[in-house]
């Protein structure tokens, strides 16, 4: 089974741009959907973006629309998460998951069945 692993988070003031890694331990990568979530302290797990294998657009929570873009480097292994724009409330550990199916992935709650996910960079916007 494919594992994940997260980097690039860290501490940026509002307005700055960070962009996290998914560096993924196997090519069968290539055959999942990717997703990235993010978490605060005491909430759930909250759905941020998500791409499929069939060329179709990437989801985004209307939160991030038009200021993170999904993205999958296949040459690398690795998905990625370019956040511009950031803002106090995107505080938050961000975490990577991947399925084989993308419906499991933008589905509410849907996260809850996944099993392969990265193990989260905590992401701080300060203001």
């Known amino acids: 089974q494919v594992q994940l692993v997260e980097s690039g988070g860290g501490l940026v003031q509002s307005g700055g741009s960070l962009r996290l890694s998914c560096a993924a331990s196997?090519?069968?990568?290539?055959?999942?959907?990717l997703a990235w979530f993010r978490q605060t302290p005491g909430k759930e797990r909250q759905f941020v973006a998500a791409i499929s294998r069939s060329g179709g657009t990437p989801y985004y929570a209307d939160s991030v629309k038009g200021r993170f873009t999904i993205s999958i480097d296949d040459a690398k292994n690795t998905g990625y998460l370019q956040m511009n724009s950031l803002k106090p409330e995107d505080t938050a550990v961000y975490y990577c998951?991947?399925?084989?199916?993308?419906?499991?992935?933008?589905?509410?709650?849907?996260?809850?069945?996944?099993?392969?996910w990265g193990q989260g960079t905590l992401v701080t916007v300060s203001s």
């Open positions: 998951a991947a399925d084989k199916s993308i419906s499991i992935l933008t589905t509410t709650l849907g996260y809850k069945y996944l099993e392969v």
């Open positions: 196997e090519r069968t990568f290539s055959r999942y959907a």
